[in-house]
């Protein structure tokens, strides 16, 4: 009601003006056309009572050109009912286009009209191109079918993937769209289309797809890509919008222009004045939306110049979909550190291909997403992932001197009341080479300490070819420690992960009080650490349970593309049920991690005061 009355407002004002040639009649005749003819009458609610209201209005403006005001007009309409498509104009030399009159043309001279607005070509790779600018009517297509069978269809149907160019495509009949609609769809089960309301019969009609058709169906399960751009227009939006929605087709370009199923240009009494209003209005089954005013988005948005280049290469992509994810699927299976679920995974992908889910990716990116999400539905493991291939850094070229800074700020040591040490260190490396440097500086401020608190709340993993060397440190020499047993995929092997009997710098023992502190983020490495140290008895873990990572993946390139996967190759000892991995570790005293530290310092208070 309140944008009818600014509308209205904005109409009237122009009605008064004193010195133009037309009658203010003109634009009262105009509203009403709007009201009478617009094909969603219920955003126009109100209008008619607004129109009386204001015929009392004395407001004059100057405007005496007829353009000028045709143009006013239309920025009104736009601001009250934000319908761009709604235009008023005056055109003194305009003669409305007479239909051509069919039946006198004879079908062959119908059918060089069509094939002179149509492109057809088989290009490389065996992908059909369809250029069309008019989308012929049941009328027309029954009259000429067989003509154009003959000159367009049956070069593009033995393709095996076809690109529609809808780019110049800017007018059409409605009754054709069932026609290009059915041909790339099934005969059964009927398909409903759309639904059309036309504001002048207050009727709506249901489009549906049709069971039969002249010429053979290009059916469903080739790659169909419709190229379009800013000025596809009308019923070829409606084509557009249906077969994306229907998931039949990839929509590669601009997005369209957002016309009207159904427009007329009206004119406004016997003036020079005409009223461009939409008549009627598509209302699509699939999304309960319209692509009217709006336009179509397209799947992959590209400047219109550059979606054929687009079109062919993802057509190019698709084809090799599903080798790739057979030679995924391999990989997976010959080397995920649980095997049978290895080959479960590989043999569920082959199925979810077949099933149609990667037909409708347009890039890599989209196939490594989906790819990532298969493997973690398949098998449950975060860690099983397409992953980007980092390339390896080169070694950092430090000094002695940074060299040992660096291990001294990534080791934080304390030593607190009652000679309770703390070690929080957020990485594991392969610590081998500065075993040396890290007893000096860091294990030396500690190892004499009565009780030992080990920070791992914010370790999120690293390599584990320290962890040995680590956990011996805990225990004495005199005795041969198994810390866990690695089963290896690639190998099939499993191997006995023992502790060291040479070490650099001095054993803690095994008789001094250890905690480790976790986290929710405490991962990978880490894990195997708390695992070992929590299943041997020889630390009390505090605080969350740990993140469920896995061993060190491995990172493997697929077939020949730049598509990778990271694959944990390595599990740790199932013989007592499942390990860590996946699950994460639970301590003993679970906290919140933020908690932690305080309760292991309470811990060892207490055990301490109780010795004394
Ligand atoms: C792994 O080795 C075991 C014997 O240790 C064998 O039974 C099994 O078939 C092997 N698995 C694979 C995938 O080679």
């Known amino acids: 009601m309140a944008q009818a009355l600014v509308l ?19 634009i009262v005749d105009m509203a009403k056309i709007l009201m009478d003819n617009y094909c969603s009458p219920e955003k126009l609610a109100g209008m008619e009572e ?22 006013v007009l239309t920025d009104g309409v736009k601001k009250t009912i934000f319908d761009s498509r709604v235009q008023v104009t005056y055109e003194p030399g305009f003669v409305p286009a007479a239909p051509p009159a069919m039946p006198d043309i004879p079908p062959e001279q119908l059918a060089e009209i069509i094939k002179g607005t149509v492109k057809v070509e088989v290009l490389d790779g065996n992908i059909g191109y369809l250029k069309i600018q008019h989308i012929i009517g049941e009328e027309m297509a029954q009259k000429v079918g067989p003509i154009l069978l003959d000159y367009i269809w049956d070069k593009v149907f033995p393709t095996s993937a076809m690109i529609l160019d809808f780019r110049s495509a800017v007018s059409g009949e409605l009754s054709g769209i069932p026609y290009i609609v059915s041909y790339y769809t099934d005969s059964e089960p009927p398909i409903h289309i759309d639904s059309v309301y036309d504001r002048t019969s207050d009727v709506t009609i249901e489009l549906w797809s049709m069971p039969t058709l002249l010429g053979k169906r290009y059916g469903t399960s080739k790659p169909l890509i419709i190229l379009t751009s800013k000025n596809t227009l009308g019923i070829a939006e409606d084509v557009v919008y249906c077969l994306k929605n229907l998931k039949r087709a990839t929509i590669v370009g601009e997005n369209t222009a957002g016309g009207s199923i159904k427009i007329n240009k009206i004119k406004v009494g016997d ?25 179509v988005a397209p799947n992959v948005e590209v400047a219109a110049e550059d979606a054929l280049d687009a079109a062919i290469a993802i057509i190019k992509l698709r084809a090799e979909i599903p080798g790739l994810v057979q030679a995924a699927a391999t990989l997976v299976a010959d080397n995920y550190a649980f095997p049978s679920i290895g080959d479960d995974v590989a043999e569920k992908l082959g199925a979810v291909v077949a099933s149609g889910e990667y037909n409708l990716i347009s890039t890599k990116e989209e196939l490594e997403a989906k790819l990532s999400a298969d493997l973690l539905k398949l098998s449950g493991d975060k860690c099983l992932k397409a992953t980007s291939n980092i ?10 001197e940074m060299f040992i800074e660096l291990i001294k700020v990534s080791f934080h040591t304390d030593v607190f009341e009652n000679n309770i040490g703390y070690l929080r260190f957020d990485m594991f490396g392969d610590f081998e080479h500065a075993a040396k440097i890290i007893a000096e500086h860091v294990w030396n401020k500690v190892v004499d300490t009565d009780m030992l608190i080990i920070d791992l709340r914010n370790n999120v993993g690293g390599s584990t070819s320290s962890i040995a060397g680590f956990c011996s440190y805990f225990f004495d020499s005199d005795k041969q420690i198994v810390l866990d047993h690695v089963y290896n995929r690639p190998s099939n092997t499993t191997s006995d992960l023992l502790a060291l009997t040479q070490l650099t710098g001095r054993r803690y023992g095994s008789k001094k009080s250890v905690i480790i502190l976790t986290s929710g983020a405490t991962a990978g490495a880490a894990e195997e650490f ?14 969350e349970t740990t993140r469920g990572g896995c061993h060190p993946p491995e990172t493997f390139r697929v077939g020949e593309s730049d598509i990778f996967l990271s694959i944990p190759i390595s599990h740790s000892d199932t013989a007592q049920g499942p390990s860590w991995e996946g699950a994460g570790i639970a301590p003993h005293i679970p906290v919140p991690a933020d908690a932690a530290l305080d309760t292991a310092k309470a811990i060892l208070y207490k055990h301490f005061s109780g010795q004394n």
Request: with cysteine; charged share 15%.
């Open 8 to 26: 209205l407002a904005s109409l009237l004002i122009f009605s008064n003006v004193a010195h133009c040639d037309f009658s203010p009649k003109v």
């Open 50 to 71: 607004a129109i009386d209201a204001g015929s009392s209005n004395t407001e004059i403006l100057s405007i005496s050109d007829p353009a000028t005001l045709a143009n």
């Open 271 to 295: 003036t020079d004045f005409y009223v461009t209003v939409p008549v009627a209005k598509s209302i699509n089954p699939i999304t309960g939306k319209s692509w009217e005013i709006n336009g």
């Open 391 to 400: 390339p390896a850094r080169p070694p950092m070229n430090l000094t002695p």
């Open 530 to 543: 708390v695992f070992i140290m929590k299943r041997l008895g020889r630390a009390m873990i505090i605080g």
